[in-house]
């Protein structure tokens, strides 16, 4: 342990309660703390909900009196954007919304199975080339998308997967994404060794340390990768737009960009709604998986 | 990343070569394939004329020696350091500093959590452009808090070649929802009853931050500066979608990867892109480096 | 994991390509399909770019064609501007371009003088004698056709008569206005609304440096080259700096600010700017996004040019086909069917612009709304004093619009004198069609 500034550990005794809450008293300093950070809180929590809520009341303006008007209170309610921007690309919009779901829920299982099985062989096993194949997994985060975007099309084309689903799928169970790989590996690094060691004197294997004690211990990293690759597909427009070609498989990003051309006219209102509904998911997703964010070492009993 | 592993220790003998081929097999697989292919035919475009359109002719060092009369690429390298030198450190401090407060006990932190990830949610849509030229434009919204305090200016922040860059910077400083979910998700890894023995001792709250939070967090800091570097290297999003794709007003947002799209894709001079893109991947490389080399003196790793 | 197994072939498949990659398929071979129809059934891929409105009916249109030919199959394939193109490049690059493309001016020689076009001539199922040869020409790369036009516009000076009302100014007579008239009257504008509205929108494109070139006896390009005097260029720049530096126009940043957005939010379409120099067809689009506007057209001012033949008609965009097409006749069939088939025609209107093909736009003129026929009467007023076509962007001059609108705004924040931005200009465009010879 390197924190040489703390004395050692204690043995939990009684609920866990924030520490300061354990003064006798509350000082006043802590008591302006305090209410200094509430304050903060409130002025963050504006400035971050401003657009949203910005979103949702534009939404419900008619075309044209969207621009200019940086107001919060609806002074209208055009439901219209909602009915005509579900209808208006050919395909009702939850085509958009399910082909996003499936790329999605693709993307996720990929992450999450092959990014922890690589960070775990990064952070915990000694095999030869191990520094080079490290070097070539931070490349991978490293090369500009535009200048690799020509040569991947090439390899998909080849393989006849032009216009499906697979090449957004299919990279994500090969861990290319070195983002979650690294972030992985500095989880289990952040894990105490003796947990494997102990594990491997009882005999276990690699597999069954990396599956049945660390992996449950890693729950907030893979609950950040599973919510991060949520997030991040679900916007994804650059490589969505390139692979899927036939309408019918175009996700929500491509779809949206799709009601708006700047050189005609555009159905901002229609866009601004739709973005509206495609937001939903990943809050609802966000929502539900924040609180696997929290679970880990510290609900389970630390060391 | 291979850190020779120190202290006495079980020591292994035998390199642990076939298990790192099942956990590291996919991953494999995806660097040979999705990742080293492309790379090195990036590499090889580098080295010629390629046009997207046409088979590429080699030019030897043509475009490298391009690049020391490029003045658009050295203004854009200039916009590129300035975002990273302050973007950076400004976003992992506010996310950090929120982190923090909502870590430790308190009330509603199921909804700021949510609250301060949806900027990070929206993405970079069109109505986030539409957005923030509502904030930032001659007449948005911030001249209009600015008049209430008595300041009378009719500057568009995002239009004035001496502020455009600035208001890209608060984007993303705006956006801290990622790098704050994966600090919270660290401190959720140290152990409780570190802070309960420091707050037994009677340390304060900035002292329990400086003796036990920042030194326990330090592989998730680190992982936070490496990668917020990298994808600084590498914006493009925000700045194309607020400046239209072109990096205006006079080229003050035209980020360096913003400059090799237009390069490859607007331009068809795809050979020149890869061989800034290899360019990139130097700078962003020294810097990776560096930030390793430096790691080692400052981040504590549990093994 | 069966994704992974399954993977795996796809490694094997790629892992042979894995170091020559980029370079198997970029080759641009001809097309191995005939020049005849086949009769069995065929796959077509078409691609454009537009927002919802352009979707819908074009989908409605091949819904059409297909029941005229029921053997062929068209797929529609739709995305942005600034998506299109980088989606149309990188299949293009991975030999996967659709059959028929949409194109612009602005990208039409590059793709075509690099391979990536089927010679429309050689296609008898395309009929383009129903177009006039000025517009046919602007289709050409060299002497051989590569884009069909599909409508055309002309360019004039769109004005808000209901902004003008407000102020209680009336429009002196345009017919025959001189740029100071012009310009006095763009300041008295502003003037008179206290720079709350202001006369005009400087220029910023490629049809108006054209225009301007042309007026001075100039031109942008010639013989695949760039041509423009470094003076005319510096006027062109001089004359926006005037209105921006005179009030005439807005500010430097408020101009940069609404440049980069969508029509829907220029200055023009919130009522900002009173009038712009525009191609006449976005008349509708400018509008109704102005809320209905009562908005009408001038002719640009000329210091007498008049007679000149300075004008001409441009088209609007372009259906191309791929090279590569397996079907290159059955494409041709379906373009000849989207320019030159009245169904067609009824279907699509005007969303692509006023129909190149006479024929066409005179059978849907009935239909047509108030403002679509202003531009109509507009373009029509023009044909006495019509010229010759300009020659098109050439092959590496993609970039042209962009580079115009970054001189420009160096020109007006003042980083660089219209001199330097004359020069500037001309040498960075010419490079890049150097380049690209």
């Known amino acids: 342990m390197t924190t040489d500034t703390i004395t050692t550990p204690a043995t939990t005794t009684g609920p866990r309660t924030p520490p300061e809450l354990r003064r006798h008293r509350p000082s006043v300093r802590t008591r302006v703390f305090r209410v200094l950070r509430q304050a903060l809180m409130i002025a963050v929590v504006v400035v971050a909900l401003y657009p949203i809520l910005w ?101 998909w084309a080849q393989a006849g997967l032009i216009n499906t689903v697979w090449p957004l799928i ?76 036939d309408p019918n498989l175009y996700t929500v990003p491509v779809a949206l960009r799709s009601f708006v051309d700047a050189q005609s006219q555009s159905s901002y209102g229609a866009m601004f709604a739709m973005s509206v509904v495609s937001v939903l998911p990943l809050v609802v997703a966000f929502g539900v998986g924040q609180k696997y964010l929290v679970r880990g070492i510290a609900t389970t009993g630390g060391k | 990343m291979t850190r020779r592993r120190s202290g006495p220790r079980v020591r292994q003998e035998t390199p642990d070569d076939k298990a790192a081929l099942v956990f590291l097999g996919p991953w494999l697989i995806g660097a040979v394939v999705l990742v080293v292919g492309p790379l090195l035919a990036s590499l090889y475009l580098a080295f010629t004329d390629y046009n997207l359109l046409q088979d590429p002719n080699f030019v030897g ?10 003045e658009r690429l050295h203004h854009s390298l200039a916009v590129t350091f300035t975002y990273v030198i302050v973007g950076v450190p400004a976003q992992l401090v506010v996310a950090l500093a929120l982190a923090v407060a909502l870590d430790r006990g308190m009330r509603g932190l199921a909804f700021y959590r949510s609250a301060f990830y949806l900027p990070s949610m929206l993405g970079s849509s069109v109505a986030i452009a539409v957005l923030w030229r509502l904030i930032f434009g001659q007449a948005g919204l911030f001249n209009g808090l600015l008049g209430a305090v008595g300041i009378d200016t009719s500057t568009s ?59 326990l967090l330090t592989p998730i800091i680190f992982f936070n500066l490496v990668l917020a570097i990298i994808n600084a290297f590498q914006s493009f999003t925000q700045a194309f979608v607020v400046s239209g794709g072109t990096g205006g007003p006079s080229d003050s947002t035209l980020f360096y990867t913003l400059y090799l799209y237009q390069e490859g894709f607007g331009a068809f001079r795809m050979g020149y892109a890869s061989a800034l893109a290899w360019l990139l991947v130097v700078i962003v490389g020294a810097f990776t480096l560096i930030n390793f080399w430096a790691s080692k003196y400052w981040v504590h790793y549990d093994d | 994991m069966r994704t992974t197994t399954w993977s795996v072939r796809a490694a094997a498949a790629a892992g042979t390509l894995a170091l020559t990659v980029g370079l198997a398929a970029c080759g641009t071979a001809e097309g191995s399909g005939g020049t005849e129809l086949s009769g069995g059934d065929v796959d077509l891929r078409v691609t454009w770019w537009g927002g919802d409105a352009r979707h819908e009916r074009t989908q409605e249109a091949i819904d059409a064609f297909e029941e005229k030919h029921p053997n062929i199959h068209v797929t529609g394939e739709f995305a942005d501007w600034t998506g299109y193109w980088d989606k149309l490049a990188t299949s293009t690059a991975g030999g996967n371009s659709p059959d028929v493309i949409q194109m612009d001016q602005l990208y039409l020689a590059s793709y075509a003088d690099r391979g990536a076009l089927a010679d429309l001539g050689a296609l008898p199922q395309l009929t383009t004698s129903g177009l006039d040869d000025p517009v046919l020409g602007m289709g050409r790369s060299g002497d051989t056709l590569y884009g069909m036009p599909v409508s055309t516009t002309a360019f004039g000076l769109l004005v808000n008569q209901d902004v003008l009302a407000d102020l209680g100014i009336e429009l002196p007579d345009t017919d025959t206005w001189t740029w100071d008239e012009f310009d006095a009257f763009a300041r008295s504008v502003s003037e008179k609304s206290g720079g ?111 007679g000149s033949g300075y004008q001409y008609l441009k088209p609007g965009m372009y259906w191309s086909v791929s090279a590569r097409s397996a079907h290159p006749a059955e494409a041709a069939l379906f373009v000849d069917f989207m320019v030159n088939d009245p169904q067609a025609g009824a279907i699509l209107g005007t969303e692509r612009g ?41 092959n590496g001059a993609s970039e042209t619009d962009t580079l115009i609108l970054r001189y420009l705004q160096d020109v007006l924040f003042e980083e660089r004198t219209p001199a330097e931005a004359a020069e500037g200009f001309i040498d960075e465009l010419r490079s890049a069609v150097d380049a690209a010879k």
């Open chain 2, 61 to 70: 060092l043509d475009n490298f020696s391009r690049m020391l009369g490029d």
């Open chain 1, 55 to 155: 979103m949702i009341v534009s939404s419900l303006r008619p075309d044209g009196h969207i621009f200019g008007n940086p107001s919060l209170v609806p002074n209208t309610f055009e439901v219209s954007n909602y009915t005509s921007g579900w209808n208006a690309l050919g395909a009702p919009f939850s085509t958009y919304l399910l082909n996003s779901a499936l790329v999605v829920a693709g993307a996720i299982v990929g992450n999450l199975i092959s990014c922890s099985m690589a960070a775990y062989g990064f952070a915990r096993l000694r095999f030869r080339f191990q520094r080079p194949a490290f070097v070539v997994m931070l490349l991978m985060i490293m090369i500009p998308i535009h200048v690799v975007i020509v040569p991947q099309y090439v390899i």
């Open chain 2, 157 to 215: 922040w995002i239009a004035d070649p001496d502020t455009a860059l600035w208001a890209i910077i608060l984007l993303h400083v705006w956006t801290f929802g990622s790098p704050m979910v994966i600090f919270l998700a660290g401190l959720r890894q140290i152990p409780r009853e570190f802070y309960e023995a420091a707050s037994t001792d009677g340390a304060s709250p900035w002292r329990q931050f400086r003796s036990v939070t920042l030194p």
């Open chain 1, 170 to 245: 299919v990279p994500k169970f090969l861990a290319t994404d070195g983002f979650f790989v690294f972030l992985m590996i500095q989880f289990i690094r952040g894990l105490p060794k003796e947990l494997d060691e102990a594990a491997r004197i009882d005999g276990a294997g690699h597999g069954r340390i990396f599956c049945q004690i660390l992996l449950p211990l890693m729950t907030p990293a893979l609950a950040t990768t599973a919510i991060f690759t949520f997030i991040w597909t679900w916007n994804d427009f650059f490589s969505q737009l390139i692979y899927l070609t």
């Open chain 3, 354 to 394: 006023l129909p190149a093909n006479p024929e066409i736009l005179a059978s849907i003129a009935d239909g047509l709304t108030d403002d679509e026929k202003k531009a109509v009467d507009y373009s029509d007023s023009l044909a006495p004093q019509l010229g010759d076509a300009p020659e098109i962007v050439p």
């Open chain 3, 196 to 306: 709350r509205t202001v006369g005009i929108t400087p220029w910023n494109n490629e049809y108006s440096l054209q225009l301007a070139a042309r007026q001075a006896g100039d031109e942008l390009f010639a013989d695949g080259d760039v041509a423009i005097d470094p003076a005319t260029l510096e006027q062109y720049f001089q004359r926006a700096l005037d209105w921006t530096k005179d009030g005439a126009a807005q500010s430097a940043s408020q101009f940069a600010e609404q440049a980069s957005a969508s029509l829907d939010q220029q200055d023009f379409a919130t009522g900002k700017t009173a009038m712009i120099f525009s191609q006449v067809t976005q008349l509708t689009a400018y509008a109704a996004a102005a809320g209905g506007a009562n908005v009408t057209i001038a002719a640009l001012p000329a210091d007498g040019a008049d």
